[in-house]
């Protein structure tokens, strides 16, 4: 491959992967960077296992864009598994057999649904949704197998890896042994599919969820995701509810306006779905899922053998709802299913301790949509806002820092800061706060619930050290609104953050009437930073 040396050449690179970045487009021309081999390349030279797939890449006009610079990861099906595609979905035996327009714009799909745009190694693969999406916009997923061992990966439940972290000059190929054929239907048409939910499919239809779960894309063209949480048949039937009729009978049985929200069966239905993509590694290990139900959740709780939903412990048992895991995280273009293990119900917790995280708790952090030390406005995030919004706010993460998962959201020079909580049982709180405090640059701030002013004013400025009654004297501290750092949290060194940090108590006394979020509020009363950790919600007797 040539070598381009020149300042000008430079110039002209530098520019084109600009361009490339803002486009984010599959298709692109031919910027060589080294002597290494690319992706169509290392294909080209491997005819054995990707004669077929690179026959795909020039019907469809990509050969040049795996040539082209970039950071790619494709997941490349070997000759075998494109040959078994092709037959079951075209009726054909070679690829230069398809030469209808839409078969070909199918491949172009397939094409870019099976690549994404950045590298990503095998060693980053957790269980569940990827944390990036492919040039459709879609997530792919991985299971791991009985075994263990990349080499019982499925991708997408379906495709193991032959060979996989194959590096190219322009990205990573990964070698499959099966199409990934991508998903194009919502989360209900692939249920009702599926045959085995008829009486919940039912349901969705009858309570005019249906349509509003097989939404791909909201009335301003962003993606919508749904997660729905469903009795199977086979589960209905261990409860004797054999029929449509049969469910009605023991959730609604006087009321045939389903369609009304305040009917039971509609509320039953809206409790079991989440406005959000949630596999099970998703899920919080010990938090809450904000139902499509107003003021409802679904409580989760994670152990090392089990997934608890709505746990309810009483003096001599425990009982809670689990997933059939051999019939969940199944994936749809705008979510995914999980099968529960008996009937769910709508559950009203008591108050219980909650720990708001103001960075990891977000659904973009999760998704890997901000990342660390990158500047965002807030309308990068769905459940952060802030005034000025010409304002930049960044999130650091580092092994150094004595913050819970090391992370403080690094913010300063704002009106006002704001969060959506996560669901509060409802119940009597007390409230803290904790940042990184001491430093004379730093702000004190006002905190408002729901738009009223509560308790009193947060100074970060604050040094530890300065506090009446530290270290020992925790009656002192309290009294002067004053708590240690969390003993739980600490830093690579090994420095606890009860030694180093303390948390303000806001208040003692925030009532929660109803079961809900809320928007809590930090107002400027002096300007200055706020490298902000969590905030604190502890139940009050």
Same mark, same amino acid.
């Given at each position: 491959m040539k070598k381009y040396k020149s300042l000008l050449f430079i110039i002209v690179l530098l520019l084109a992967i600009m361009e490339y970045s803002c486009n984010d487009s599959l298709d692109g021309s031919i910027y060589y960077t080294s002597d290494a081999q690319t992706i169509a390349e290392y294909m080209s030279s491997c005819p054995d296992t990707f004669s077929s797939y690179i026959e795909i890449l020039k019907k469809t006009g990509y050969y040049s864009t795996m040539e082209s610079y970039g950071s790619y990861t494709v997941f490349a099906p070997n000759n075998e598994a494109v040959a078994a595609y092709i037959k079951q979905k075209f009726g054909v035996d070679s690829v230069s057999e398809i030469t209808d327009t839409a078969d070909i714009?199918?491949?172009?799909? =397939?094409?870019?649904?099976?690549?994404?745009?950045?590298?990503?190694?095998?060693?980053?693969?957790?269980?569940?949704?990827?944390?990036?999406? /492919? @040039?459709?916009?879609?997530?792919?997923?991985?299971?791991?197998? !009985?075994? #263990?061992? =990349?080499?019982?990966? =499925?991708?997408?439940?379906? +495709?193991?890896?032959?060979?996989?972290?194959?590096?190219?000059?322009? #990205?990573?190929?990964?070698?499959?042994? &099966?199409?990934?054929?991508?998903?194009? %239907?919502?989360?209900?048409? $692939?249920?009702?599919?599926?045959?085995?939910?008829?009486?919940?499919?039912?349901?969705? *239809?009858?309570?005019?969820?249906?349509?509003?779960? &097989?939404? $791909?894309? !909201?009335?301003?063209?962003?993606?919508?995701? @749904?997660?729905?949480? +469903?009795?199977? %048949?086979?589960?209905? +039937?261990? !409860?004797? $509810?054999?029929?449509?009729?049969?469910l009605v009978d023991l959730i609604s049985p006087d009321?045939?306006? @389903?369609?009304?929200?305040?009917?039971?069966?509609?509320?039953?239905?809206?409790?079991?779905?989440?406005?959000?993509?949630?596999?099970?590694i998703d899920m919080p290990d010990d938090g809450f899922l904000t139902?499509?139900?107003?003021?409802?959740?679904?409580?989760?709780? *994670?152990?090392?053998?089990?997934?608890?939903?709505?746990?309810?412990?009483?003096?001599?048992t425990d009982n809670w709802i689990s997933l059939i895991t051999s019939q969940s995280n199944n994936a749809a273009r705008n979510g995914c299913y999980h099968t529960l293990d008996t009937i769910m119900n709508i559950y009203v917790p008591e108050a219980t301790y909650i720990l708001f995280d103001v960075v990891t708790d977000q659904p973009e952090y999760q998704s890997g949509a901000v990342s660390n030390y990158t500047k965002y406005y807030p309308s990068a995030y769905s459940n952060v806002d802030w005034y000025p919004t010409s304002k930049v706010i960044r999130y650091i993460r580092r092994s150094s820092n004595c913050n819970h998962d090391n992370t403080f959201l690094d913010a300063g020079g704002f009106v006002y800061l704001s969060f959506v909580t996560p669901v509060l049982p409802k119940g009597k709180y007390t409230v803290t706060c904790l940042a990184n405090g001491g430093n004379s640059a730093r702000g004190k701030f006002q905190v408002y619930w729901d738009g009223n002013p509560i308790g009193t004013t947060w100074n970060v400025t604050q040094k530890y050290s300065k506090i009446d009654g530290w270290p020992d004297d925790s009656v002192a501290m309290e009294a002067a609104g004053w708590r240690h750092g969390l003993k739980s949290i600490t830093n690579k060194a090994g420095t606890c953050q009860y030694d180093v940090n303390v948390r303000r108590?806001? /208040?003692?006394?925030?009532l929660c009437p109803t079961q809900s979020t809320h928007i809590i509020k930090f107002k400027t009363v002096k300007s200055g930073g706020c490298p902000f950790d969590f905030i604190e919600f502890i139940p009050t007797d």
């Open positions: 714009n199918s491949l172009k799909y =397939l094409v870019r649904y099976q690549t994404m745009p950045s590298k990503k190694y095998t060693s980053s693969f957790n269980e569940g949704r990827m944390t990036d999406t /492919t @040039y459709t916009g879609d997530y792919l997923t991985v299971t791991f197998t !009985s075994g #263990g061992g =990349l080499s019982n990966v =499925l991708i997408n439940k379906t +495709a193991k890896l032959k060979k996989y972290d194959i590096e190219c000059d322009n #990205g990573i190929i990964d070698v499959i042994d &099966s199409v990934l054929d991508p998903k194009v %239907d919502p989360v209900p048409i $692939i249920m009702e599919e599926s045959g085995d939910y008829t009486i919940f499919v039912e349901a969705l *239809k009858q309570t005019g969820y249906y349509s509003t779960f &097989s939404k $791909i894309y !909201s009335s301003g063209l962003t993606r919508t995701y @749904y997660t729905i949480f +469903a009795e199977s %048949d086979s589960v209905y +039937a261990l !409860s004797g $509810i054999n029929s449509f009729q049969d009321d045939s306006d @389903y369609t009304d929200e305040l009917n039971n069966l509609n509320r039953f239905v809206a409790y079991h779905a989440v406005n959000a993509f949630e596999y099970t139902t499509v139900l107003s003021n409802n959740a679904i409580v989760v709780k *994670k152990t090392d053998i089990y997934l608890k939903l709505n746990e309810q412990t009483t003096d001599s108590v806001i /208040t003692t006394s925030l």
